[in-house]
């Protein structure tokens, strides 16, 4: 999935109005926690870049979730996941 997103994401951006779909936004959210806003301690990408994690669930929802998303709950988060084919893991490295 990680590899098809990416794809989508180093296509060459045609200059429309169209607003950025989740993937996109997900990913560029991603790339930026740890750079722009610090807020790597709440999202990241795990170590291989394969996974992320939400560390903190109730800090995403109050702060990155509303700025980011049209979602406002951390279930529509997941639930809009899923639909683009993102899998939980329940435990790992």
């Not at 180093?10 to 990913?27: G, V």
Request: hydrophobic share 40%.
């Amino acid at each position: 999935i990680i590899i098809i997103i990416i794809i989508i994401i180093t296509m060459p951006a045609k200059k429309t109005s169209c607003p950025k779909s989740f993937p996109h936004k997900l990913f560029a959210l991603l790339e930026s926690s740890a750079t722009d806003g610090g807020f790597s301690h709440i999202i990241s990408w795990q170590a291989g870049g394969k996974s992320f994690r939400v560390h903190q669930p109730k800090v995403f929802v109050k702060t990155i979730l509303p700025q980011h998303f049209k979602q406002t709950k951390f279930k529509s988060f997941l639930r809009q996941l899923n639909i683009y084919g993102f899998q939980g893991i329940q435990h790992g490295p």
